[in-house]
Structures are given as structure tokens and as C-alpha cells.
């Protein structure tokens, strides 16, 4: 299997852009997760999805902020307008069902730099 | 609220020394608890997992980490370091309720020659 794939890996925008952010997890997984890591706040939970419905989103930041997760293989992170203060690394992860003991199996991120 | 303190945020051993990494937790039950590496630039990968069973945990790369609820403790071992094994370490808890992942603020460990 190839892993969490995550798109793009380098993202660098202007204030004001709108940035998209993709994730494909792992085949046959239930549960997807976005999280930001930031040197300032380490790594933070934004949303997760459970058989592609959100179930929290207790961890995003503003209205700036919307995830979608339009079927099992591919979800999206968004923000409208961007901020320089968004700038960090994302990662998606995902299990094969959500629950205290399932393994989060992590992507290579996306760095986004927001100038 | 379960949470993780990571007592370290830097830890520098020589190659072929012992590493230690020090998690504390606290919840009010028996935790979820795993360790995660990151190498620069790249993502996060499990190293190992307690779930309530066996209290010492073999995980990849020789490395383990032992439970003991009476020092509320999950550290993180390996006999010997070896140069790529430099990276940021993260011990991490699972909510009981959701299954969420709760980080510590995560260790760098150096390896020198």
C-alpha cells in the first residue's frame, strides 16, 4: 500500500489566496484525521471524519477553515482567505476505524507557507 | 482530561550509548498510549503501542518502552543509539471516548559520533 498521500507537499500563497489542501488515506480505512503542527503549539487535531462524516471539528480554528470528505479516498483541508498566521505543516492520518487502540497512520504533510 | 508531559525537550546521546525518553501521563483510566517518531521533513510513523496488555512494549528499530501505572511513566528505550536514529519523538495518548490523539510537546534526540 502506499501510505497516506498528501497533496501538495510545498504550498506557498499570498494572504488573502484561498490554499486547498488534499488527502487520500489509506484503502479501506474509516477514519480520517487533519492536524497542523506548529513550532509554537506542536501538533493540534482540527477534524476527523468517520466513514466520511465529520465528527469533530472542535479543533478548527475559524470560519477561515472548512474540510470536506466527499468519499472513502479523498478528503480536503481549506482555507478562505489565508493568513500568514496559518503557515505550518499539515498532516492527514487515517485508521481503519476510530477508537482508542487504532493505530493513526500519518502522511508526509503539506508545508504551507502563507506570505 | 488525559494528557502527556514529555520531561525532556532535547535529549543528546553518543552513537552506541543507551537512549532514554521520558512520558508522564495522567487519565483516570487505564490509557491508550503510543510513541510516534518524526524525521525531518517527514511524516509521523509508530514506533510502539500499549493497549493493556503485556506493560513492556517491543517496538521497530529495537526500540520499547515499559508501563507503569504506579509512576503514572511510558518511556521510551533503546539499549543502543545509532545515527538514524536522530528525530523528534512524540508520546501520545488516546481519548478513552474518542479515540482522539492527545501529542506531548515532543523530544529532539541527537545522536553524536
Known amino acids: 500500500d502506499a501510505g497516506v498521500i498528501q497533496s501538495p507537499r510545498h504550498e506557498v500563497t499570498e494572504m488573502g489566496q484561498e490554499v486547498t489542501l488534499r488527502c487520500k488515506p489509506i484503502s479501506g480505512h474509516n477514519s480520517l484525521f487533519w492536524y497542523r503542527q506548529t513550532m509554537m503549539r506542536g501538533l493540534e487535531l482540527l477534524i476527523y471524519f468517520n466513514n466520511n462524516v465529520p465528527i469533530d471539528d472542535s479543533g478548527m480554528p475559524e470560519d477561515r477553515f472548512s474540510a470536506k470528505m466527499p468519499n472513502a479516498s479523498f478528503s480536503t483541508l481549506k482555507i478562505q482567505p489565508s493568513e500568514p498566521r496559518d503557515s505550518a505543516v499539515y498532516f492527514c492520518?487515517?485508521?481503519?476505524?476510530?477508537?482508542?487502540?487504532?493505530?493513526?497512520?500519518f502522511g508526509p504533510g503539506t508545508r504551507l507557507l502563507v506570505l | 482530561a488525559q494528557s502527556v508531559t514529555q520531561l525532556d525537550s532535547h535529549v543528546s546521546v553518543s552513537e552506541g550509548t543507551p537512549v532514554l525518553l521520558r512520558c508522564n501521563y495522567s487519565?483516570?483510566?487505564?490509557?491508550?498510549l503510543f510513541w510516534y517518531v518524526q524525521h525531518p521533513n517527514k511524516g509521523l510513523q509508530l514506533l510502539l503501542k500499549y493497549t493493556s496488555a503485556a506493560t513492556l512494549v517491543k517496538g521497530i528499530n529495537g526500540f520499547e518502552a515499559e508501563f507503569k501505572k504506579s509512576e503514572t511513566s511510558f518511556h521510551l528505550t533503546k539499549p543502543s543509539a545509532h545515527m538514524s536514529d536522530a528525530a523528534e519523538y512524540f508520546c501520545?495518548?488516546?481519548?478513552?471516548?474518542?479515540?482522539?490523539?492527545?501529542f506531548g510537546q515532543g523530544t529532539t534526540l541527537q545522536v553524536k559520533p
Open positions: 487519565s483516570s483510566y487505564s490509557p491508550s
Open positions: 501520545v495518548v488516546s481519548d478513552r471516548y474518542t479515540g482522539k490523539l492527545i
Open positions: 492520518a487515517s485508521s481503519l476505524q476510530s477508537g482508542t487502540q487504532e493505530t493513526q497512520y
